[in-house]
């Protein structure tokens, strides 16, 4: 079973930037293609990034592109989500997740226990 574990939320400026880190436990996520979802309070949870297995094809929701990118190593088992320019609208928990049948990533088979990240305005 893969195991998602986030790291790396906190609080930010707007304008700020913030790097978060996912870590497999458990089984590699070799083979997964990987998301990052986010809930703000009130709101259902999205998908704002996405890379698929191979690491060749990326995913943004309209809300985040030209200031998230999400990346992986992949004999890390680590999957990363740099975000620049940040928003107070970005405030949510930020979840990794991995799917191991869609492409984007919107049926994940295994989630993490979210990060809390917060943009002061």
């Known amino acids: 079973q893969v195991q998602p574990v986030e790291s790396g939320g906190g609080l930010v400026q707007a304008g700020g930037s913030l790097r978060l880190s996912c870590a497999g436990s458990?089984?590699?996520?070799?083979?997964?293609?990987m998301g990052w979802f986010r809930q703000a309070s009130g709101k259902e949870r999205e998908l704002v990034a996405g890379?698929?297995?191979?690491?060749?094809?990326?995913y943004y929701a309209d809300s985040v592109k030209g200031r998230f990118t999400i990346s992986r190593d992949n004999a890390k088992s680590t999957v990363y989500l740099q975000m620049n320019t940040l928003k107070p609208e970005d405030t949510a928990v930020y979840y990794c997740?991995?799917?191991?049948?869609?492409?984007?990533?919107?049926?994940?088979?295994?989630w993490g226990q979210g990060t809390q990240v917060t943009v002061s305005s």
């Open positions: 458990g089984r590699t996520f070799s083979g997964y293609n």
């Open positions: 997740a991995a799917d191991g049948n869609s492409w984007p990533p919107t049926s994940p088979n295994y």
């Open positions: 890379i698929d297995w191979t690491g060749a094809n990326t």
